[in-house]
């Protein structure tokens, strides 16, 4: 099983789109589960200096897979998360 590590970043307490963006990864998580893809979600504070410092994140919601920003201050699809994190797995 391939392991992928999705970040979501956003403030504490999460932002309606924070929580829709987590809610799709979820949902993407468990649809390829049985592809071998085994996804790690953690969500993590836009206003923590370290995050700040290793994302260089400014708006949020936003999407890191494996260490890297793909998402910024948008919503994304379903399908867009998918094959973000499809294409990290290879």
Known sequence: MREVKVEIIGPEPPCVRCQTVKKIVETVAV????????????????????????????????????????????????????SLIKEAAK
């Open 31 to 82: 649809k390829l589960k049985p592809l071998g893809i085994d996804v790690k979600v953690e969500k993590l504070n836009i206003t923590s200096g370290k995050v700040a410092r290793k994302y260089g994140v400014l708006s949020s919601p936003a999407l890191v897979i494996n260490d890297a920003v793909k998402i910024q201050g948008r919503v994304p699809s379903e399908e867009e998360v998918e």
